[in-house]
């Protein structure tokens, strides 16, 4: 009863406060209701009274933003789940709409999301997450702004809902990870923003981008984008504190040679392999500098001898950091020789015949035929097939006009050529001449 005196005092004093416009004593008198409830372990009444002064006619801003960093502490110290899904609930009604608590109410959101997801319930967790839109706030420290939206991500990833997933994930520019944070610490322009400081489990930029790319490899991994995957690896391999330690950058830099081999031939995937065979700490694992090494080179490679040599290595990398490789590697891998076998085969030959094509592939005519077909679809290289006589050509078509360049750069030759048999002819003679008058 004496608790309830002393509140009925309290709002008493907030209404002649808020009547006569003061704000720090409003602040005060609102603050200390909180506290005295809170005090109390009073939850229902702390949660009606936080709603009631938020609602009082004329309530200043500041004393609303006050109330929510007052009752922020609180959520912790709850005493059961639902105390604290309640609390939580309050102060997110109170915030909705009002830009001077959004930061706020981002933070609310993440720490119900979390309950939610801890329940189970991930679906459920993912579309709390997805109703703020944190790239908005002009007052939240960016790397909490990326941590918010990467969480957003990861819940999705959970849901395997990859479409959104990707369009949230555009959200963070991959650039944003490169920037020096010394640098950016600068005072704000007079009626700029004020950044507040990011809350104090948010991870620094490089842990941030860590976990960035991590989850763009389960994103790619869902439709086996194996140079994308590659390209997530390296940027993780390219952190200064991954280089420094060989226990994290070797299953790193493995699993970067093993995407590069199973990516299918492209400029960007031969920049990727001759950067990767450049770097000096290949040398730490020589079996992969042999591997990379043997599908740059321009020569047929058996198949059943390069399992048998790498067979051990590629299952070994389920024990791995970063687990397997996908249920389909093996096979894209077995078809990546094949393909590098057939652009060797097109460099050496212009004309061959099927049945040759399919020896030097160790396949059947039919699978030859296949495959070759499939690479000519992708544009991977040019080639025609007469069937009937059973010969690949994979001489390029020209053009009518190629043709006519080049009738007319032969016919120019064989005229400078017979100009100067002429002019041989016609010195010999000259010099028979002027032997017989001598």
């Known amino acids: ?33 909180l506290e005295l409830c809170f005090e109390a372990r009073r939850w229902k009444t702390l949660n009606e009274q936080i709603v009631l002064l938020s609602k009082r006619r004329g309530q200043l801003k500041q004393v609303v933003q006050a109330m929510v960093q007052q009752a922020m502490p609180y959520i912790d110290q ?3 789940v639902d105390t604290k899904i309640e609390l939580i609930k309050t102060l997110n009604n109170v915030s909705a709409g009002k830009i001077y608590v959004e930061i706020e109410r981002a933070r609310l959101v993440k720490k119900l999301a979390k309950i939610k997801e801890e329940q189970g319930l991930i679906a459920e967790a993912a579309d709390l997450m997805q109703e703020v839109a944190v790239e908005t706030f002009g007052a939240m420290a960016k790397t909490e702004k990326i941590a918010f939206i990467l969480e957003q991500v990861r819940l999705c990833l959970d849901r395997k809902d990859y479409v959104r997933a990707q369009i949230l994930s555009r959200k963070i520019n991959p650039r944003v990870f490169e920037a020096d944070p010394s640098k950016e610490k600068k005072k704000p ?13 948010i991870p620094s930029l490089l ?31 390219e952190i200064p504190s991954m280089k420094e330690d060989p226990a994290q950058w070797i299953p790193v830099l493995r699993k970067i040679c093993w995407y590069l081999v199973l990516s299918p031939h492209d400029p960007m995937q031969s920049s990727l392999h001759n950067s990767t065979l450049e770097d000096k700490n290949l040398s730490e694992i020589p079996h992969f500098r042999l591997l990379l090494k ?16 790498f067979k051990d290595e590629f299952e070994n ?7 397997t490789l996908g249920d389909e590697a093996a096979d894209d891998l077995k078809l990546r020789v094949i393909e590098h076998n057939i652009l060797v085969i097109s460099k050496y030959y212009s004309r061959i015949t099927l049945k040759r094509l399919a020896d030097l592939l160790c396949l059947s ?30 001489q390029p078509a020209k053009d009518s006009n190629d043709i006519l360049n080049s009738w007319a750069s032969n016919l120019e030759k064989l005229l400078d050529l017979v100009e100067k048999s002429c002019h041989q002819i016609h010195k010999e003679t ?4 002027a032997a017989l008058k001598a």
């Not at 309830?4 to 209701?33: C, F, H, P, S, W």
């Not at 981008?209 to 391999?237: A, F, G, T, V, W």
């Not at 043997?294 to 040599?309: D, K, P, R, S």
């Not at 000259?430 to 001449?433: F, P, Q, T, Y």
Request: glycine share 6%; with cysteine.
């Open 317 to 323: 990398e389920k024990n791995m950091p970063g687990g």
């Open 189 to 201: 322009k007079e009626g700029e923003n004020v950044v507040e400081e990011p809350a104090a489990d």
């Open 294 to 309: 043997q599908l740059i080179t321009m020569e047929v490679i058996q198949w059943i001898a390069l399992w048998n040599t």
């Open 78 to 80: 709850t005493p059961d």
């Open 365 to 394: 005519i039919q699978d030859a035929e296949k495959h070759l077909s499939e690479m000519v679809v992708t544009k991977a290289l040019v080639a025609k097939i007469d069937r009937p006589m059973g010969i690949v050509c994979f």
């Open 430 to 433: 000259m010099v028979h001449k």
């Open 207 to 237: 842990e941030l981008k860590q976990i960035y790319y991590q989850l763009m490899i389960r994103y790619y991994s869902h439709s086996n984008d194996y140079l994308e995957i590659c390209r997530c690896y390296k940027s993780i391999y």
């Open 1 to 33: 009863m004496e608790g309830d005196g002393k509140l009925e005092a309290l709002l008493n004093v907030e209404k002649q406060m808020r009547q006569t416009g003061d704000v720090a004593g409003t602040r005060k008198a609102a603050t200390d209701i």
